[in-house]
T-cell receptor, first 113, second 113 residues
Framework: DVKVTQSSRYLVKRTGEKVFLECVQDMDHENMFWYRQDPGLGLRLIYFSYDVKMKEKGDIPEGYSVSREKKERFSLILESASTNQTSMYLCASSSLRDKIEQFFGPGTRLTVL | DAKTTQPPSMDCAEGRAANLPCNHSTISGNEYVYWYRQIHSQGPQYIIHGLKNNETNEMASLIITEDRKSSTLILPHATLRDTAVYYC??????????????FGQGTILTVHP
């Protein structure tokens, strides 16, 4: 069974902390994505990566950075967490050859106090 | 990518067909229609996609009008587990999009016993 896993389901951090959200996929997918989901705003793309060490900004990259050192792992970094980054964060992956289906992880609900 | 319009909510009785409409009047000739759904507390899940022909898989059927300006997702025998937010997404199949998805607000489908 194919899987996208995220390091935590729930996370509570304080303002100013550096936060790492980890995502791992076991499907050998080239593409990986980070979204955030907020009530009334839907899912919004933060960053995506189409290869190791490659990254592209999505629609709302401000305040975030990413790292892709290995094909299976894509990390989202909040350099200095702020309360407006409280959200549900969703990771997804897809094949470069077959870009039809994105497989999503279960999400990490991050609360910044 | 073309914008989509969906009703904010719909109800359906268990065992009946659920027909979820989507308008995408600005769709271009090489854009596909995708449907995803998101069950509460889970990541989105791919359902089906199509270009201009009707499509069917084990989960649902997709009916695309001849002018491609609208489509309908059909769940033939809705169950309580089909209660979810359903997203209609239109995007290019190829190019440099790397499979980016732009999620709108979706339709909240509630299946009643």
């Amino acid at each position: 069974d194919v899987k996208v896993t995220q390091s935590s389901r729930y996370l509570v951090k304080r303002t100013g902390e550096k936060v790492f959200l980890e995502c791992v996929q076991d499907m050998d997918h080239e593409n990986m994505f980070w979204y955030r989901q907020d009530p009334g705003l839907g899912l919004r793309l933060i960053y995506f990566s189409y290869d190791v060490k490659m990254k592209e900004k999505g629609d709302i990259p401000e305040g975030y950075s990413v790292s892709r050192e290995k094909k299976e792992r894509f990390s989202l970094i909040l350099e200095s967490a702020s309360t407006n980054q409280t959200s549900m964060y969703l990771c997804a992956s897809s094949s470069l050859r077959d870009k039809i289906e994105q497989f999503f992880g279960p999400g990490t609900r991050l609360t910044v106090l | 990518d073309a914008k989509t319009t969906q009703p904010p909510s719909m109800d359906c009785a268990e065992g009946r067909a659920a027909n979820l409409p989507c308008n995408h009047s600005t769709i271009s000739g090489n854009e596909y229609v995708y449907w995803y759904r998101q069950i509460h507390s889970q990541g989105p899940q791919y359902i089906i996609h199509g270009l201009k022909n009707n499509e069917t898989n084990e989960m649902a059927s997709l009916i695309i009008t001849e002018d491609r300006k609208s489509s309908t997702l059909i769940l033939p025998h809705a169950t309580l587990r089909d209660t979810a937010v359903y997203y209609c997404i239109v995007r290019l199949a190829g190019g440099t999009s790397y499979g980016k998805l732009t999620f709108g607000q979706g339709t909240i489908l509630t299946v009643h016993p």
